[in-house]
């Protein structure tokens, strides 16, 4: 291996381990490297050869990073495929109700991958300030972006989680629900509206990260060699029942509750941007009228 090389990757390990401070960047720098890659394989599709051998050696590099990013994303997010199909695995004190695996298909790809959204945030939920960040919801479509662009050439070492199921909470056991009927949907809502201001939040954010990770996931898939349509179509319908039950989730914990703002968002970022900026400035006012007088 050249110096340049394991220069590259001391590097590239570097900026992870310091990304992890800040989620928000973490995510921003998975998304470039990804970008990266993309456009690397965007040039080999079209069977243009890279100019210069350093290239070549930067592409390794960078596909060894996303193979790292790749075992972190599996320590973190994923649960293996034999678990329960319905479990309390919550803090009964935080989100009483049981869990339960939904979008999964038939003819799915064994040994699928399960990401437990519900277990992830309802942590952030009571760990605001976790020191684990590797396993913060908003780093789960720009990393999966990232892993699935450094396996282009062989998209089947990536199938499992392209097809994962996802665990979320399960508000009404045993009813299947299907909010497209008004008898059914006004039962959802009434559900919805026993819950407190936190289960309700929690509920959100499982489908708002559920929405960005499966709009990842219809983009990834539509971008492949050989298309899987049928796939494609699933996972489209799966993302319009997710964002369904967004849209109605949301709906109600802004009637209940007033507001609601992501967990991990960068609303939250902007919003203590704006605080900080609203002392300075008052400061800066007390300030001046103390030097007039």
Known sequence: MSNHENELKDLLGLVQSSG????????????????????????????????????????????????????MFQEAFLNDSNISMTSNSLDTNRFPQQTRIVYNFDGQTPNAAILNLANIISKYHQYRTMSDTSSSPILLAPMLRLIVL??????????????????????????????????????????????????????????????????????LLSSTINQNDTLISIRLEQLTDIEEHFSICVQICRQQYGFYEPICSNMEI?????????????????????GIK
């Open 20 to 71: 992890m401070q800040c989620p928000q960047t973490l995510a921003l720098f998975y998304d470039e490297l990804a970008t990266i890659l993309g456009s690397a394989n965007a040039k080999q599709l079209q069977q243009q050869q890279f100019t210069s051998s350093s290239m070549q050696i930067d592409t390794q590099s960078l596909n060894w990073f996303a193979i790292s990013a790749a075992d």
């Open 270 to 290: 902007n919003k203590m941007k704006k605080m900080t900026k609203k002392i300075t400035i008052s400061k800066t006012k007390v300030n001046k009228q103390q």
């Open 150 to 219: 450094a396996s282009w050439s062989n998209i089947d070492q990536v199938d499992a989680v392209l097809q994962c199921s996802l665990r979320i909470p399960d508000i009404i056991p045993s009813h299947d629900i299907d909010i497209d009927l008004p008898k059914s949907l006004e039962f959802y809502r009434d559900k919805l509206k026993e819950l407190s201001n936190l289960s309700l939040n929690i509920l959100c954010d499982v489908y708002y990260y559920a929405s960005r990770l499966f709009r990842e996931i219809c983009n």
